[in-house]
Structures are given as structure tokens and as C-alpha cells.
């Protein structure tokens, strides 16, 4: 996490990673299950030849990617209760944050925040804006056309010399932090990029384009 400058940032896992009944071609790791897309998606930019597996080499795969590029994971939501067990967000009820605004406050390198899901309730984004808010903070619009570009200004409390004058005094400094809403790796998701006019008219010029296909697209550009 010391040297990650991107930040990927879910909600939570399904819930059967809590409870360790998992599925053989599941990965006991962040975005490790069978279901979801992220691994695909970027085994597909960067040509991992990944494992899809329940064993540590699959696990330490990921890790090495990880690594290499500087990129680091964090789910939001530090717990939640459910009375469905299912992985809908939308289920989550009292749900308990971590302080994702303090992690950036700890770790200086990170300049990007790489949302897996939009503002939609209980979404990643849909919690940070939440904590934002506590902190008397917002997100400034950069680009609002899917997937959605945000800056925050995060500020920085640091003692500075005027060169001009005798004095010390206490500067107020901000860091640009770039936020990026992208689709959400999840089956799920699917009906919103099946939704989507760019996917619509690719779709056309080519009926085997799928909605993976158009994700692998969207992260290209950010991973």
C-alpha cells in the first residue's frame, strides 16, 4: 500500500469469503470470485495467463501483478449485516465504513481512486461521497459521461518558510486526488452496460462484442 498510486475500491465480498465455503474456481483473494469479471478483465489488458483456482499460487499471482503496478485494493465497507444472503449491495444494513480519507491521508503516493461501481446506492462511490461529506469535502465534476471522472482537492496541513519574510507561518496545501467511477465488474452489471449507447452501437458493428468485451475496453484506459 506504501507505493500503490491507483487504489481500487469496492464495497464487499460475497458473502460465502466471510464464511470460507467457497467455490472450487473461486480465489481466496480481493475480487476472487468465480462470479465476478475484474480478474478477467484485466488477465485479458495484461495477458496474465492467470489461475482460476482455490489454490495460493492463483493468490500469489495476483499479488505480484498487484505489486508491480503500484496498485493497491481496499473495500469500503469494513462490515455489514444482511438478512438475504446474497451479494447485493443494496442488502447491506448497518453498515460500518473504514476511513478511506484517513488511507489517503496515509499513503501519499496514491493519486487515483478506481471505483468498481458508480453512485448508485451503497455503491463505493455512494459511500466515499458519504464520508467526503463528513469531512466537509466534495468531488468536483471532471467528466460526467460514463465511466465519471471526479477530482478531489484533499487538503494538507504543513508548516512552510516565506521566502519573502522573517516569519513562519502555516501553509494550507491540497493534493489532487483523480477518482474514476467504472462500470461494476459484476454480472450484475450487465443490464447497465447492455444500456449504454457506446455498447449499443459496437454492438451493432460487431454482434460478438460482448459486455465484457466493453468493460476490458473502459479499464484499459485506467489500469
Not at 54 to 72: C, D, P, W
Not at 135 to 158: A, C, M, N, Y
Amino acid at each position: 500500500m506504501e507505493k500503490a498510486t491507483k487504489l481500487i475500491v469496492g464495497t464487499l465480498p460475497p458473502p460465502r469469503f466471510t464464511t470460507g465455503e467457497l467455490k472450487p474456481q473461486d480465489v481466496d483473494f480481493c475480487y476472487g470470485s468465480c462470479n465476478g469479471q475484474l480478474w478477467p478483465i484485466l488477465d485479458s489488458i495484461f495477458n496474465l495467463d492467470l489461475k482460476y483456482e482455490t489454490t495460493q499460487e492463483a493468490v500469489e499471482q495476483r499479488k505480484r501483478f498487484l505489486m508491480k503496478n503500484k496498485i493497491g485494493v481496499c473495500d469500503i465497507v469494513e462490515s455489514a449485516e444482511r438478512e438475504k444472503i446474497d451479494a447485493s449491495d443494496l442488502g447491506m444494513q448497518n453498515v460500518v465504513l473504514r476511513d478511506l480519507v484517513g488511507y489517503l491521508k496515509e499513503y501519499p503516493n496514491i493519486k487515483t481512486l478506481l471505483f468498481m461501481g458508480g453512485n448508485s446506492k451503497n455503491g463505493p462511490e455512494y459511500f466515499f461521497r458519504k464520508q467526503l461529506k463528513e469531512h466537509g469535502l466534495k468531488l468536483k465534476v471532471v467528466s460526467d459521461i460514463v465511466p465519471r471522472i471526479h477530482h478531489l482537492e484533499l487538503p494538507i496541513t504543513s508548516s512552510s518558510v516565506s521566502v519573502r519574510g522573517p516569519a513562519c507561518r502555516t501553509g494550507r496545501q491540497s493534493r489532487t486526488i483523480k477518482t474514476v467511477s467504472l462500470i461494476a465488474p459484476s454480472g450484475a452489471a450487465n443490464r447497465a452496460v447492455g444500456s449504454l449507447q457506446a455498447y449499443k452501437d459496437l454492438k451493432n458493428k460487431n454482434p460478438e462484442f460482448n459486455t465484457l468485451d466493453f468493460r476490458v475496453m473502459q479499464y484499459r484506459e485506467f489500469f
